[in-house]
């Protein structure tokens, strides 16, 4: 359903642009869907880290706000995520899905920031 992709290792400071995209999902479906951006770091539980609804309104964690950027293409059915400043406690393994009502989750792409 959903297949992320972008993941590397960088260095603190360094950016990263992450895609997700739900080529399963039907675009109408896909156009009025809340999508999240989540991450989960070794040994600790998944969190949200952004969300955009279907109008392109932003919410972010307060660890990444003013770093990282969410963006979507309604007609490629992708999200997009712009990380910036990259810390090493943003190192985790990085997700999308439908924000309200889950998705099987994809494989994630693993994001490893060096210090």
């Known amino acids: 359903h959903l297949v992320e992709s972008g993941g590397d290792s960088v260095q603190a400071g360094g950016s990263l642009r992450l895609s997700c995209k739900a080529p399963?999902?039907?675009?109408?479906?896909?156009?009025?869907?809340?999508m999240g951006w989540y991450r989960q770091a070794p040994g600790k539980q998944r969190e949200l880290v952004a969300t955009?609804?279907?109008?392109?309104?932003?919410n972010y964690a307060e660890s990444v706000k003013g770093r990282f950027t969410m963006a979507r293409d309604s007609a490629r059915k992708t999200v997009y995520l712009q990380m910036n400043n990259l810390k090493p406690e943003d190192t985790a393994i990085y997700y999308c899905?439908?924000?309200?009502?889950?998705?099987?989750w994809g494989q994630g792409t693993q994001v490893t920031v060096l210090s």
């Open positions: 899905n439908r924000y309200n009502q889950e998705l099987p």
């Open positions: 399963r999902m039907i675009t109408s479906t896909f156009n009025s869907a809340i």
């Open positions: 955009m609804t279907h109008g392109r309104n932003a």
